[in-house]
């Protein structure tokens, strides 16, 4: 199959380094600490933190910092084949897993001692790149609940087809069986949090889908920051200040 035409054209009509359009809304969730919506494209995902709060199981309780607890989960309305996803199977586990550990980058966990902060995100449309789309909504929800953070963590995702590195890459060709690289950085402190690749590439093509992938992170990591300075000029007007 055809994933870039002669024309330099994609499926959905972008250009290779084009990425999809992003969405975002915060307090999406009333009773949640903080909350976010993120659309990349036709993928749409909700995320809900509620914390820091005393630890539930005091078993688990960290006496020099929080304890970062993570659950991801996708509708059943989320794709195109309405399947009862069982809880807790393994692809939520490795997800939840992995939005832990990038979140725990960048959370001053030590500022809360005993403590715990849930992150919950759920897919509620899925076209590629939801993983990065989990990642981006977290950042999101984490600033709106005002969770210290020493950076915005944001992730994208690259890919390789028809001989063309892919920015960004949606569902059609997420399953083309290509390798898909996905990064997460802190762009601020030109860090690298998460990095996830399932296929082997050769190492000077895997250098040029990886920066393809930072550059897609630091895009996003600038509409977030916009979406943030606007959300924090709305409470401004309606405090009076």
């Known amino acids: 199959m055809e994933y870039v035409s002669p024309e330099g054209l994609r499926l959905d009509g972008r250009r290779p380094m084009e990425m999809r359009q992003l969405r975002a809304e915060l307090g999406a969730v009333s009773r949640a600490d903080g909350s976010a919506v993120f659309e990349m494209g036709n993928t749409k995902v909700i995320a809900a933190v509620y914390g820091p709060r005393e630890v ?53 966990t030590h500022l809360m001692p005993r403590s715990q902060i849930d992150i919950f995100v759920q897919v509620l449309q899925a076209d590629g790149g939801t993983r990065s789309a989990c990642i981006n909504a977290a950042t999101l929800a984490l600033a709106d609940a005002g969770i210290p953070m020493c950076d915005l963590v944001t992730s994208c995702s690259a890919g390789y ?77 309606r405090r009076g200040v």
Request: hydrophobic letters at 35%.
């Open 56 to 108: 539930q199981n005091r078993s688990q309780q960290i006496n020099d910092k929080a304890l970062i607890r993570c659950e991801y989960t996708m509708a059943n309305f989320s794709t195109g084949d309405r399947l009862r996803r069982p809880k807790g199977d393994r692809r939520s586990t490795e997800i939840s897993l992995v939005i832990r550990q990038t979140m725990e980058a960048c959370i001053m």
């Open 161 to 237: 087809l028809n001989s063309t590195p892919l920015l960004d890459l949606n569902y059609v060709e997420d399953s083309a069986g290509g390798p898909d690289v996905t990064v997460g950085i802190l762009p601020k402190l030109d860090k690298v949090t998460l990095l996830q690749m399932d296929a082997k590439l050769p190492m000077d093509i895997f250098e040029n889908v990886m920066q393809l992938a930072t550059e897609g992170c630091k895009a996003v990591a600038n509409y977030i920051r916009e979406v943030l300075l606007e959300n924090t000029k709305q409470l401004e007007n």
